[in-house]
């Protein structure tokens, strides 16, 4: 190299040729950098300017992170005080059965309290097979695999499935684990408006089509209760050559002859090429799985990374899920007793003058719009005695801030009309209605 000037920098401590561009990080440029960017920003600075949370906690409306202090039944008990539960995904009430507790103490007592490691390497237990086996005939496909969360399942199974040379076609409003599972992968993702299927079909018509194409959506939209549209989905995926996955995790064990979900409403279950869901909802539990046929989960079960470097399902989880399918399967009369309650509720919100959006599930939401209007009307329930949810950005669009309420199969008539009671006279009190 030609001898240059060169120059001393005391704060870096280092020697430098004066004009050379340098791209090692010791030198003059990077730490000038690195000088500057400190200067500008601090890593935890955004920490400290959370607004939204902090202000509803300063007007005594904050609706997260709420201790419970019982089950999670149709009544709870929260701050020492009893409440009508309306804010679980609890539906068909098995978290409280009987059989479902049993088996997951047995299930302690044989096999210990948990799996130390992931299932590719020592957490498999003879009864997570017994459970895929089940689920797999369950919903009427070759195969499926257990993962320790919902979020995991659809994490692992969309981040192993799509690779460089796909591509995603995703409803805009599916769950988080969903939109994750999509950043993970390696593939790119294109988005249409919400159950809109000629929006899709026109996202469909501008992919090439060498590349391989994943359409995603939920079964149940889990924010506003609505069902995606399987008989359009299943002919557009054909006519362009898609794969076709449905998160079922709120439609199973509530939709369809079996409690299959919504693909089995409306007889496509053959159609679904990926199905997931989890046992967080209707199978009382934890985990969750990905069923599909024997080729497809073999690849799942070597690639997806949220499965090989995850410690398996808790041995009390995986009986608890098993004991719940079996009475999914056995006791249809739960699910009939679910749809009671949901049309009791769907029409009592609707003669109040609610506005409930598009519901067709045990979902039903509340929509108030603003945020802070919300952030009130969940407060005046939950002081009325009726505990709901409240779901703001980004888990809905900006203006449409809900109460989201969930029905159970357990839940009674006399529950239901005092929830209608408080919501109908908290809504008047507040100029909700
Ligand atoms: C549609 C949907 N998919 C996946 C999940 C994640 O499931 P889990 O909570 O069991 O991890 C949820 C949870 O709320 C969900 O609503």
């Known amino acids: 190299m030609q001898a240059g000037i060169q120059a001393f920098d005391a704060d870096a401590g280092i020697t430098y040729d004066v004009g050379r561009q340098y791209r090692h990080p010791t030198t003059r440029t990077y730490l000038a950098d690195v000088r500057e960017r400190t200067r500008m920003a601090d890593l935890f600075?955004?920490?400290?300017?959370?607004?939204?949370?902090?202000?509803?906690?300063?007007?005594?409306?904050?609706?997260?992170?709420?201790?419970?202090?019982s089950e999670a039944g149709p009544e709870v008990i929260i701050q020492g005080r009893k409440m009508v539960m309306l804010g679980s995904n609890n539906y068909l009430g098995l978290t409280q059965d009987p059989r479902v507790k049993e088996a997951a103490r047995d299930a302690i007592t044989r096999y210990g309290s948990g799996c130390t490691g992931s299932r590719l390497m020592n957490g498999?237990?003879?009864?997570?097979r017994t459970l895929e086996a089940r689920l797999a005939s369950f919903v009427r496909k070759d195969d499926s695999l257990v993962f320790t969360t919902g979020f995991q399942t659809n994490l692992g199974a969309i981040s192993a499935l799509v690779g460089r040379h796909d591509t995603i076609v995703l409803d805009r409003s599916v769950h988080a684990s969903i939109i994750d599972g999509c950043r993970l992968s390696m593939g790119e993702t294109l988005r249409f408006k919400h159950n809109d299927m000629a929006d899709l079909e026109r996202v469909l018509q501008g992919i090439d089509p060498k590349r391989g194409i994943l359409i995603?959506?939920?079964?149940?939209?889990?924010?506003?209760?609505?069902?995606?549209?399987?008989?359009?989905?299943?002919?557009?995926?054909?006519?362009?050559?898609?794969?076709?996955?449905?998160?079922?995790?709120?439609?199973v064990g509530v939709f369809g002859e079996g409690g299959r979900g919504v693909a089995e409403h409306f007889g496509l279950l053959d159609e679904v090429d990926v199905f997931t869901a989890t046992f967080s909802k209707s199978f009382a539990s934890i985990g969750g799985f990905v069923a599909g046929n024997t080729d497809v989960i073999y690849y799942i079960r070597h690639m997806a990374r949220a499965l090989l470097f995850s410690a398996a399902l808790p041995p009390a989880s995986t009986a608890a899920a098993l004991a719940a399918l079996d009475i999914i399967e056995q006791e249809p009369e739960r699910r009939t007793r679910l749809w009671e309650n949901t049309r009791y509720l769907q029409s009592g919100l609707k003669e109040l003058r609610f506005s409930i959006g598009k519901s067709e599930s045990p979902v039903v939401p509340l929509i108030v719009g603003d945020e802070m209007r919300l952030a009130m009307f969940w407060r005046g329930l939950f002081d009325g005695g009726v505990f709901t949810n409240a779901a703001v950005s980004p888990a809905v669009e900006p203006d449409r801030a809900l109460i989201r309420t969930s029905l159970m199969a357990t839940h009674t008539p006399s529950q239901l009309d005092f929830a209608l009671e408080v919501m109908g006279s908290t809504g008047r009190k507040q100029g909700i209605l």
């Open 45 to 69: 600075a955004k920490c400290a300017t959370l607004e939204k949370p902090r202000q509803a906690e300063a007007m005594g409306c904050y609706p997260f992170f709420i201790p419970l202090e």
């Open 124 to 128: 498999t237990l003879d009864l997570h």
């Open 216 to 251: 995603i959506v939920d079964g149940v939209f889990s924010m506003e209760g609505d069902v995606a549209n399987v008989p359009e989905l299943v002919r557009l995926k054909k006519k362009y050559g898609a794969r076709l996955m449905i998160d079922e995790a709120h439609s």
